[in-house]
């Protein structure tokens, strides 16, 4: 699928680890786009490889037992890949930010919130020390954090989780970054603030025009935030389209699991919906499909042959199932 105005583009990625001198290919031939303005949902399991997806786009990864040895991934134009840890330095939290799944470790807790915002501000030179603090604590009231001024003194270990989500997102968005990487952000969090956070997302990227990446497990916070899904399992996507096709004609049997496992309210049902078996390791990949270990409908070409891509109907998916010859 082609985005029609992309900011942001990742062609056909593959991202490798160093394992006991055994390379682990983590990520593979993924490849997305996100419109200005819109929000890209990224979905899926534990060890699917959304982290590691978003920690590319950053140039994140640890070096010494890393590489990104294939791809492009491209912000308004500019290849990523191709830039210097310099040219990296500028970009990161000016033109992409990021907010991590757990705001206490994410925030330095010897220092201020006020000083950490500040912080971003004076390290790329957008504004000076009164400047700073001014749209700091402006930010923050953008965030919905009452009495900001005086917010500015405390520490991360005096204020609630859901209070250090807003910190983060109020840092993300000081610099007004063409894309927002959120990974996992409301998963610590109970569903009364979750709900908060998600609306506050929402408003932010209708304000500032900004596109957003969004990671996360669970399809209902994807139904409520996202414009575009990609379904990633074992390191790929096996299914890509619009918020409304992929919830309204789910194809790949994966997101039909993750669909059936969200709790409905017309439902009468006391034991949940579960998809048998594990995500397969990086080093015990199976041969064919990569979900067919899991699969209700796995053949024999699924076990040997291991399936494309494909275009069908106004989405993309990756099963043999789709073939019609299977």
């Not at 985005?3 to 983590?26: C, G, R, S, Y």
């Not at 930010?97 to 006020?114: A, E, H, K, R, W």
């Not at 990227?205 to 990609?230: N, P, Q, R």
């Not at 619009?242 to 789910?250: G, N, Q, S, Y």
């Amino acid at each position: 699928m082609r985005a029609e105005n992309p900011i942001l583009q990742v062609k056909n990625l593959q991202v490798d680890f160093l394992v006991k001198k055994h390379t682990i290919t983590a990520v593979k031939d993924v490849s997305f786009s996100v419109d200005k303005g819109t929000t890209l949902g990224i979905v899926g399991e534990s060890g699917c490889g959304k982290s590691v997806t978003a920690t590319s786009i950053m140039r994140l990864l640890p070096r010494q037992y890393s590489k990104i040895s294939q791809g492009q991934i491209c912000l308004d134009g500019e290849d990523l890949l191709a830039k210097s840890e310099e040219e990296m330095y500028k970009i990161r939290g000016t033109k992409v930010s990021m907010i991590f799944q757990d705001p206490l470790t994410s925030l330095n807790p010897v220092y201020t919130i006020g000083t950490q915002l500040c912080e971003v501000l004076l390290t790329h030179k957008i504004a000076d020390k009164k400047q700073a603090f001014e749209m700091s604590v402006e930010m923050l009231r953008k965030v919905g954090i009452g009495d900001a001024r005086n917010k500015m003194k405390t520490y991360p270990h005096q204020i609630s989780g859901g209070m250090r989500q807003r910190v983060m997102i109020a840092m993300a968005m000081l610099t007004n970054p063409q894309v927002l990487i959120a990974d996992e952000p409301t998963t610590a969090l109970d569903v009364t603030i979750q709900a908060q956070i998600l609306e506050l997302m929402a408003k932010l990227k209708e304000d500032f025009d900004t596109s957003i990446l969004m990671i996360t497990h669970d399809m209902g916070v994807i139904a409520d935030v996202a414009d575009y899904v990609c379904v990633m399992y074992a390191g790929e996507i096996v299914e890509y389209g619009t918020c409304e096709e992929i919830f309204d004609h789910p194809q790949h049997p994966y997101t039909k699991g993750l669909l059936k496992s969200i709790p409905r309210l017309d439902e009468d049902t006391k034991i949940l919906y579960t998809i048998k078996g594990m995500v397969p390791s990086m080093q015990d990949m199976p041969r064919g499909c990569r979900f067919s270990n899991r699969c209700p409908h796995c053949t024999m070409r699924c076990n040997e042959q291991h399936p494309d891509l494909k275009d069908f109907d106004r989405h993309q998916v990756r099963c043999w199932l789709m073939d019609g010859n299977c």
